[in-house]
C-alpha cells in the first residue's frame, strides 16, 4: 500500500492544491488535506498543505496504515471532530509527533461518499480556543462540504475510465432549471414559471452544480453549455 | 431522549441497534407489510452495512421507542439505488448538502396518544429534531425522505409538513411510498420543537445513553408516577400475580410477553402504567 502524494503528478496538482489552499485562505485554517483510498489496491491518494518535513515524516513512518483521521472518518456520514477520537496508541503515534511539527490535534474531517462506493477525506486544523473552533465549524461546516465534494470530484476525474463513468447524470429538473438560468431568470421566477417552491429549485441547482463539479452557478451553466446538456440562452 | 450511533460508536451500541432491528421488523414487516427482509425477527438491509447514522430514541424506561436512518445523497442510498421508481426515471438528487432519511419509525405499541412523554407525538417529534439538528450542524441544508402517505400527514399535522416532494407516490408492495423535502432550517426546527413542547437539548453523550438503555433494564426503580397505580381488572391482578411469583429473567419475559399479546385488551394509558406496575412489584418482592 503506497502513499502517493498527487501534488508530484503535475497534470493533477492545480485544481486539488487550489481547493485545499482556498479552504485554508477563505475559511480560516492552518492546513487542510485531502485522501481517498483506491478501493482496489487500498493506496491512499492525497494532498496536503503541511509543511513538507511533516509529510515525509508520515509517510516514511507509515501513518497512512492506520491514522484515526482517515479510517475513523470513513466510518461517519456527518463531519468528524478529532475530539471524538479514542486517544488509542494509533492517535497518539501520529498525533504526538504531529505536536512536534507543530500540527494541532485540533482538526475535524468531511468524508465524502461517492456513487460508486468510494470515500474521500477533506481534513482541516487550526490552533484556536475551544470557543473559537466551536464558532468556526459552525460557520464554515457548509462550505466544508461543498469544498470536499469539489476536491472528490477533482480526483476521481483525473483517470480516464473515471471520466466516463462521471459523465454527469442531470435530471429533466435540474437541465430544465439551468435553462432557465441561461434565459436569465431568479430563482424565484424559476419556481413560479415551474409552479414549485423556491426551495426545491434551490435543492435541485445545488444538486446540479455539484454533478457538473461547478462552484458558482454561472460556471455551472457553462459547463452544461459545454456538454451538450442545455442551449445557450 | 436522542443518541446517534455510526459507524465509529456502533461497538458500544450492539444491544441498542439490536432493538431497533427488531422495532424496524414490527413496524415496517408486521404493522405496515413493507416488502422487506426479516431474520431472526430483525429487519436490516445492505444499506445499514454501509455505516449510515441511526437516530435513535431511548425513552425513560430504556426502551428503543423511534429511530431513522441517514445517509448521504452522493453515495448509495435508496433513492437511487432502490426506490428510484419514485423518481419516474429521472437521475436522483446528489448533493453533500442534502441526506436521505429512510426506515423512519415510532413504537405504537408502547406509545400512547396524546402529546405526552410517552405519545407517538412526542417521540416523533423528538426523532425529527434530532434528525434535523444533527444534519445542520454537519452543514447540511435539506434531507429528502422515503416515507408512505400516513407518515406524511403525521408530519404535516405537527408543524412538519414537507415543503416538496420530488416524482411522484409509488406503491411499493402493500404500501405507497413517496420522496417528501424537507428543510433542515432553525424555523422548522423551532416549529417541531414549539409544536411537541420540547425545548431541552434532546442529545444523549454516548456513555448518557448506554447508561439510560442499560440501567433501566437492570434495577427498574418504583416510578412515583406508577407507584400509586392499583391494579384493577381481574387481567391486571393476574399480571402482578405472575410478576410477583417470577423467579428469574425468563419469567418476567414471558410476563411480559403476555401483555403484549393482551394489550388489545385495554388503553394505551393503561398498558403503559402495566408496563411499570410489575416491574415495580417485581423489585420490591
Known amino acids: 500500500m503506497k502513499l502517493i502524494d498527487l501534488a508530484a503528478l503535475d497534470h493533477e496538482e492545480k485544481s486539488t492544491a487550489d481547493i485545499i489552499n482556498s479552504v ?26 503541511y509543511p513538507d518535513e511533516w509529510k515525509i515524516h508520515y509517510g516514511s513512518h507509515g501513518y497512512h496504515h492506520f491514522d484515526p483521521t482517515i479510517y475513523q472518518s470513513v466510518l461517519s456520514i456527518a463531519p468528524v471532530d478529532w475530539g471524538r477520537f479514542n486517544h488509542d496508541e494509533k492517535f497518539n503515534a501520529v498525533f504526538r509527533d504531529a505536536h512536534d511539527f507543530g500540527i494541532t490535534s485540533r482538526g475535524l474531517t468531511v468524508p465524502v461518499r461517492g456513487p460508486f462506493g468510494e470515500c474521500g477525506l477533506l481534513s482541516v486544523t487550526r490552533n484556536c480556543s475551544d470557543d473559537e473552533w466551536e464558532k468556526l465549524k459552525r460557520h464554515v461546516m457548509g462550505d466544508l462540504q461543498m469544498a470536499a465534494v469539489q476536491a472528490h470530484d477533482t480526483v476521481m476525474q483525473s483517470g480516464v475510465l473515471a471520466k466516463a463513468l462521471y459523465l454527469p447524470a442531470l435530471s429533466t429538473r435540474e437541465k430544465e432549471i439551468l435553462q432557465w438560468v441561461a434565459e436569465g431568470k431568479s430563482q424565484q421566477d424559476i419556481g413560479d414559471i415551474l409552479s414549485i417552491s423556491h426551495r426545491t429549485v434551490e435543492v435541485h441547482m445545488r444538486s446540479g452544480r455539484e454533478k457538473l463539479g461547478a462552484l458558482t ?3 455551472a451553466i457553462g ?4 456538454l451538450g446538456l442545455i442551449a445557450p440562452g | 431522549m436522542i443518541i446517534v450511533i455510526d459507524g465509529i460508536n456502533q461497538h458500544k451500541f450492539k444491544d441498542v441497534l439490536d432493538e431497533m432491528y427488531k422495532l424496524r421488523a414490527r413496524v415496517f414487516g408486521d404493522r405496515l407489510g413493507w416488502d422487506v427482509h426479516i431474520k431472526d425477527g430483525r429487519e436490516r438491509d445492505h444499506f445499514d452495512d454501509l455505516h449510515p447514522a441511526h437516530v435513535v430514541s431511548i425513552n425513560d424506561e430504556g426502551d428503543v421507542v423511534g429511530c431513522m436512518r441517514l445517509l448521504q445523497t452522493t453515495g448509495p442510498h435508496m433513492l437511487s439505488d432502490v426506490f428510484h421508481t419514485i423518481l419516474d426515471g429521472e437521475a436522483p438528487i446528489r448533493s453533500s448538502q442534502v441526506w436521505e432519511a429512510t426506515r423512519f419509525c415510532v413504537d405504537t405499541r408502547k406509545l400512547g396518544r396524546g402529546r405526552g412523554e410517552n405519545s407517538v407525538s412526542y417521540v416523533t417529534s423528538e426523532v425529527m429534531i434530532g434528525s434535523f439538528e444533527y444534519a445542520k450542524m454537519a452543514g447540511v441544508l435539506d434531507s429528502i425522505a422515503v416515507i408512505d402517505p400516513v407518515m406524511n400527514r403525521v408530519l404535516q399535522r ?21 420522496a417528501a423535502l424537507m428543510d433542515c432550517s432553525d424555523e422548522r426546527i423551532s416549529g417541531i420543537r414549539d409544536y411537541a413542547g420540547i425545548a431541552h ?7 448518557q445513553a448506554l447508561d439510560l438503555f ?11 408516577a406508577n407507584f400509586d397505580h392499583q391494579p384493577l381488572s381481574q387481567l391486571e391482578k393476574y399480571f402482578v400475580e405472575q410478576m410477583n411469583s417470577a423467579t428469574s429473567k425468563d419469567e418476567i419475559d414471558a410476563v411480559f410477553k403476555l401483555i403484549e399479546e393482551l394489550s388489545d385488551r385495554f388503553t394505551p394509558e393503561q398498558k403503559t402504567a402495566l408496563l411499570s406496575t410489575p416491574r415495580a412489584f417485581a423489585h420490591e418482592a
Open chain 2, 158 to 178: 405537527s408543524g412538519n409538513a414537507p415543503y416538496d416532494y420530488l416524482g411522484t407516490a409509488k406503491p411499493m408492495g402493500k404500501v405507497v411510498a413517496m
Open chain 1, 217 to 219: 452557478t454561472p460556471q
Open chain 2, 214 to 224: 442499560a440501567g433501566a433494564k437492570a434495577e427498574a426503580k418504583p416510578s412515583v
Open chain 1, 24 to 49: 485554508c485562505e477563505e475559511l480560516g485554517f492552518d492546513y487542510a488535506s485531502y485522501a481517498t483510498m483506491n478501493p482496489v489496491k487500498g493506496d491512499v491518494q492525497g494532498y496536503a498543505n
Open chain 1, 223 to 226: 459547463r452544461a453549455i459545454g
Open chain 2, 201 to 207: 437539548d434532546v442529545f444523549l453523550t454516548d456513555e
